[in-house]
T-cell receptor
Framework: DGGITQSPKYLFRKEGQNVTLSCEQNLNHDAMYWYRQDPGQGLRLIYY???????QKGDIAEGYSVSREKKESFPLTVTSAQKNPTAFYLC?????????????FGDGTRLSIL | EDKVVQSPLSLVVHEGDTVTLNCSYE??????LLWYKQEKKAPTFLFML????IEKKSGRLSSILDKKELFSILNITATQTGDSAIYLC????????????FGKGTLLTVNP
């Protein structure tokens, strides 16, 4: 079945450590997005990419990095510079060039500090 | 300043009640407004609204957009415990990046 797979479901980070969250989609979507969700907050955009080898910062990019080497993959690295990384991270994708389309989401990764 | 404001932020009802969730927005280049339902994990898509006054309906859920007054409502009739979730409203602005701006969500709890 087509969909978006995020892994791992739960992740723990030690002080000073970088961690990478995986996001893979087999929907053949061009655009991919990373969001952060905190309790009582909506989703806030971290980074997005509309094409391979190109990506842009969202509203809260500081302390994060991404790559887009393949169409189906958009990993997010939470660096040690992100001082408050505990949150629920959601990856999404969207087809472009076909009119109005919704973004579709993966099941998320919960990141906590050890 | 918040571009997308949802109200109420939380709501507790009894099974069988009808609820109305509100979403107001302020964007300069509007493309569409979307509603999602989020239980424990992935938000699932409910509706996309682009034109004023046209109701979208799916079972007990319906939604409508007012582009003049810049708001949308999501109605749920005959609520069930399975409707308990966070309901997210998002606005997609025009342009080529297809970014969504989300409201904080409404936490709906339906008690038996």
């Amino acid at each position: 079945d087509g969909g978006i797979t995020q892994s791992p479901k739960y992740l723990f980070r030690k002080e000073g450590q970088n961690v990478t969250l995986s996001c893979e989609q087999n929907l053949n979507h061009d655009a991919m997005y990373w969001y952060r969700q905190d309790p009582g907050q909506g989703l806030r955009l971290i980074y997005y990419s509309q094409i391979v080898n190109d990506f842009q910062k969202g509203d809260i990019a500081e302390g994060y990095s991404v790559s887009r080497e393949k169409k189906e993959s958009f990993p997010l690295t939470v660096t040690s510079a992100q001082k408050n990384p505990t949150a629920f991270y959601l990856c999404a994708s969207r087809q472009t060039g076909l009119g109005n389309q919704p973004q579709h989401f993966g099941d998320g990764t919960r990141l906590s500090i050890l | 300043e918040d571009k997308v404001v949802q109200s109420p932020l939380s709501l507790v009802v009894h099974e069988g009640d009808t609820v109305t969730l509100n979403c107001s927005y302020e964007v300069t280049n509007f493309r569409s407004l979307l509603w999602y339902k989020q239980e424990k994990k992935a938000p699932t898509f409910l509706f996309m609204l682009t034109s004023s006054g046209i109701e979208k309906k799916s079972g007990r859920l319906s939604s409508i957009l007012d582009k003049k007054e810049l708001f949308s409502i999501l109605n749920i009739t005959a609520t069930q415990t399975g409707d308990s979730a966070i309901y997210l409203c998002a606005v997609e602005e025009g342009g080529s990046n297809y970014k969504l701006t989300f409201g904080k969500g409404t936490l709906l709890t339906v008690n038996p």
